[in-house]
């Protein structure tokens, strides 16, 4: 079984500080773990992702994570918030059954606002 | 350019109608999946489709039905079996590499039902 929490459901940065959006995930088999992003009335784009190898995941329009095991977190940074970065954020893992079918788990959203 | 369109963008129909949603990929993925969003939910999962001429059912199925007869489309079908039918529902394919590929979606359709 897999399961995503992400913690606050609305977050406020202004423009220029650091943006932290918190994912924690459970996962019966080594985790793969994904960022989208969503802006509004679209569908998800990927931010970045974590299969294996280094923790530290870097991935477009600035943002990372870093796959830290021992607090099963994944959390999402950007050190300087832009207008154009409010939207929607989507952490989420996968993991395959037993029938071979990838089973992704999605988390419930944060809502990013950023304040000029 | 490569990838999945969903059509229409907005979708008005009177309960009791069956209404589908079109999805076309041209990104030639094998893995094609439907998921419904509501507003602090998430996206939940409908049906998937790993290849042609097959489907699974997700967690939500009930009161939607798929066919998977080609592999550029998928297309859903929400039945007026569907209790609740207005959300925005997104398609999405993935190609090789296992469970560390990634899923494209496509721009959704807002379905409200009156």
């Known amino acids: 079984a897999q399961s995503v929490t992400q913690l606050g459901s609305h977050v406020s940065v202004s423009e220029g500080a650091l943006v932290l959006l918190r994912c924690n995930y459970s996962?019966?088999?080594?985790?793969?773990l994904f960022w989208y992003v969503q802006y509004p009335n679209q569908g998800l784009q990927l931010l970045l992702k974590y299969t294996t190898g280094a923790t530290l995941v870097k991935g477009i329009n600035g943002f990372e994570a870093e796959f830290k095991k021992s607090e099963t977190s994944f959390h999402l940074t950007k050190p300087s918030a832009h207008m154009s970065d409010a939207a929607e954020y989507f952490c989420a893992v996968s993991a395959m059954n037993s029938g071979g079918y990838q089973k992704v788990t999605f988390g419930t959203g944060t809502k990013l606002q950023v304040i000029p | 350019d490569g990838g999945i369109t969903q059509s229409p963008k907005y979708l008005f129909r009177k309960e009791g109608q069956n209404v589908t949603l079109s999805c076309e990929q041209n990104l030639n993925h094998d893995a094609m999946y439907w998921y419904r969003q509501d507003p602090g939910q998430g996206l939940r999962l409908i049906y998937y489709?790993?290849?042609?001429?097959?489907?699974q059912k997700g967690d939500i199925a009930e009161g939607y039905s798929v066919s998977r007869e080609k592999k550029e489309s998928f297309p859903l079908t929400v039945t007026s079996a569907q209790k609740n039918p207005t959300a925005f529902y997104l398609c999405?394919?993935?190609?090789?590499?296992?469970?560390?590929?990634?899923?494209?979606f496509g721009p959704g359709t807002r379905l409200t039902v009156t």
């Open positions: 996962s019966s088999v080594p985790p793969y």
């Open positions: 489709s790993q290849i042609v001429n097959d489907f």
């Open positions: 999405a394919s993935r190609g090789p590499g296992g469970r560390g590929s990634e899923q494209y």
